[in-house]
């Protein structure tokens, strides 16, 4: 399980439109295993259609997706999670009236039965062992009877990512985790994707420019779909073309 | 709640956010068994139970797609009608007895069912409605122009059904009360197979489509083929009302077909609480003793069952029973 030659997913060339709207174009990267790499850049750069080619939402118009060496251009949405690629999302995208439980449950379940009329939901236990480890690991055991969307607005994003995690994925994509967090939020959040960190390929979409820094260990920088910058934090923080049309221009994210 | 929650660990127990909890959701096949039986002893007439039997079943059926898993049909006379109709024609053209030609009713519908929701499952919203609608016109107007094997206008005559034999038993169906115990065999089997489906994975997969479509979705579940899946279930269950309808009137009038139809069934699901077991039942109740009621003091009886339902859309959004249950399940 360490870092083989092979990357984990490997990108290729590319682009996605909208009509005439060049939404991306000519990205290429490679992610290794057992990396955080954070995506980037300004409003409309790109990033939302990146992340949603990458998980299957969109398909992309041209180039090549490969993940363990399997193409998924033209796979369905929702064969991604059973191949091992799991997301959350930028606004928070829960099964609101069910139980805290029953939303981690029923991701666990989507990978192991679906058509299934014959058995008793409950006869598949280790489905809620593995729902209750899930949200263990976020910090929400405690609160697995409570309706979904009476949780806090924190709580539901954590929530987003058990229901992520429970899948067991190799492949984690994080839309703006810390999306609408306040700051003690955010510094649970980012010691939770820390943890998370050490096991797992983590890709995430971020603004908040201090806790990406701090976590990643490759950021891309997206601008007018293009792929401008690839490196290091430390790398790309000193790039004068990221400097130019990103960090620049507001002061607050840097 | 909180003391019931020491008593069993929470993984033990059916995760049920709306709809029946704890006593009612475990007990509820035998406890609607028990209410069909004695509902032709408390209701001012025989013929108003059987049919709340048979709309009661076709708006339980209609649930699984709407309350369920989240889809407003507006096509499901189709189901019911076409049901009721080639349970009708296999007596009446093939001379198929009573019991496969029910079969064959049921088939039937849930061959439509797979058609018809294979061509609306895709849209959203009121495009599903519309489409749903629009190809339950296309079977009603196929009905009303082949009237050579339908009766066309006049409905489907010459298959009644005067005596049953079942094991051994020869049920007399001239005979209300027979009739009535005999086709509610059926709806307790429909119904303690929709228990079954909810209860099921595929039940919690309906829930989740229903909840979130884009998460349901991204967690692995294929949303179009759980829709499909459910709504053949709902049509095949939509047909079992209809086999029942075509045995009880020994008619099948063209109006079964009719979309009128298909908005009665929308009516008795809200009325009585979309999404809950029971909800159905009590609509269909509800409904048509409105109806029983009203219309023996006027002709214009739809006009007050229509501002019954306004009323209840406005304020009793749940319907009767999911208002009850809500009530019961305040926190």
Known sequence: ?254 | MSSTSHAAPAALRPPQAVGEAGFLSRWRVPLSIAVLCVLPWVLPSQALAVNVLIYGLFAVGYNLLFGYTGLLSFGHAAFFGGGAYITGMAIAHFGLGWFPAMLVGVAGSSVLAAVIGALSIRTRGIYFCMVTLALSQLVYYTALQASNWTGGENGLRGFTVAKADVLGFTVNLLDPMQKYYFLMVFAALALWFVSRVLNSPFGAAIEAVRENETRARACGYDVERTKLLSFILSGALCGVAGTMSAIHLSIVPLDALHYHTSSIVVMMTMLGGAGSFFGPFVGALVFLLIEDVASLWTSHWQLIVGVVFILFVLFLPKGIWGTLIAWRNRP
């Not at chain 1, 009877?145 to 984690?172: M, N």
């Not at chain 1, 306040?182 to 820390?194: H, I």
Request: glycine fraction near 8%; proline fraction near 4%; aromatic fraction near 6%.
């Open chain 1, 1 to 254: 399980m360490t870092t083989q030659t092979t990357a984990l997913m490997q990108v290729e060339n590319v682009g996605r439109t909208f009509g005439g709207f060049v939404a991306l174009a000519e990205v290429s990267a490679s992610f290794e295993r057992n990396k955080v790499t954070a995506v980037i850049g300004p409003n409309g750069a790109g990033k939302s259609t990146f992340f949603n080619v990458l998980s299957g939402v969109l398909p992309p118009s041209t180039g090549s997706i490969r993940f363990k060496g399997q193409e998924l251009a033209g796979t369905k949405q929702h064969r991604f999670a059973h191949l091992g690629i799991a997301r959350s999302y930028q606004i928070t995208n829960l099964f609101p009236k069910l139980s805290v439980q029953e939303n981690v449950r029923v991701a666990a379940q989507a990978l192991r039965t679906r058509y299934n009329l014959v058995m008793n939901r409950s006869a598949y236990p280790e489905l809620v062992e593995k729902a209750d480890a899930a949200l263990a690991h976020v910090g929400l055991h405690a609160k697995r009877e409570r309706v979904a969307s009476d949780l806090a607005h924190g709580e539901q994003r954590a929530l987003e990512i058990a229901i992520a995690l429970v899948a067991d994925p190799e492949l984690l994509l994080l839309d703006e985790p810390t999306a609408g967090m306040g700051p003690e939020e955010t510094k649970e959040m980012v010691a939770l994707l820390e943890r998370l960190a050490t096991e797992r390929t983590i890709l995430l979409v971020e603004h908040k420019m201090k806790m990406i820094l701090g976590l990643s260990d490759r950021i891309l920088v997206l601008h007018h779909g293009r792929l401008i910058a690839d490196g290091t934090p430390q790398a790309v923080q000193t790039d004068p073309e990221v400097r130019r049309v990103y960090l620049g221009q507001n002061d607050g994210y840097a």
